[in-house]
């Protein structure tokens, strides 16, 4: 979804590692919404030369310390909302939407790194983190989790001038995701309520 004309790109003198950007980020960006496109890509089979990813586009926005939304638009739509009490999930295909508390699902997830977090000391008991070498134009910081029962092996996140440009994540079945993020807006604020989720009406509600 292509960001509003007029929106104000965020960025930042260039730093000497993905760390100090990171840590920048964390710091300073209180806010924000950028468009993204992620494409998720399965192990590569037996005798198959290129494994087929796929791809899907929408909006994220977040809201320090513990609110944001993921709205997925193509090829499907799906909605995830943390309130600061409650992680929703809502597809719309199915008009179903599952409940869990959010401090007992975020954790060691990339929600924790870019929209939850306010500093690096913060993420220190969830993750390792160090830099990785520069690729793409961006500077990398690699992020491992530290708990061994997880369902992600590493995550990477690249900064292009400051901002954040790419999020990557290898879970432990060995799919990757790649998720590529368009100008980050931080000026446009957001109305009360913007972050509540409210199921329409006659869907199935799952609260786990």
């Known amino acids: 979804m292509a960001l509003l004309a007029g929106v104000l790109t965020w960025t930042l003198p260039a730093r000497a590692d993905g760390l100090s950007d990171l840590e920048s980020f964390l710091r300073q960006t209180r806010q924000g919404r950028a468009s993204f496109t992620q494409v998720v890509t399965p192990p590569r089979r037996d005798g198959e030369a290129v494994a087929r990813g796929k791809t899907s586009s929408g909006s994220f926005e977040f809201l320090r310390p513990s609110r944001f939304r993921f709205h997925y638009v193509k090829p499907f739509e799906q909605l995830i909302v943390a309130d ?23 954790g060691n997830t990339p929600a924790a790194l870019i929209a939850t977090a306010s500093d690096l000391k913060g ?77 329409p009406a006659g869907a199935d509600v799952l609260r786990q």
């Open 84 to 106: 600061g009490q409650t992680l929703w999930l809502y597809d719309a295909d199915l008009n179903q939407a599952t409940a869990r508390r959010q401090q007992e699902v975020l």
């Open 123 to 199: 993420l220190s008991g969830l993750f390792t983190l160090a830099n990785a070498p520069d690729a793409d134009g961006q500077q990398w910081v690699l992020a491992t989790p530290k708990a061994r029962d997880g369902q992600l092996q590493s995550i990477r996140l690249g900064f292009r001038q400051g901002q954040l440009a790419t999020l990557e994540m290898l879970d432990s079945f060995g799919q990757r995701s790649v998720m590529q993020f368009g100008a980050l807006d931080t000026q446009s604020g957001f109305k009360p309520g913007h972050f509540a989720f409210q199921p």
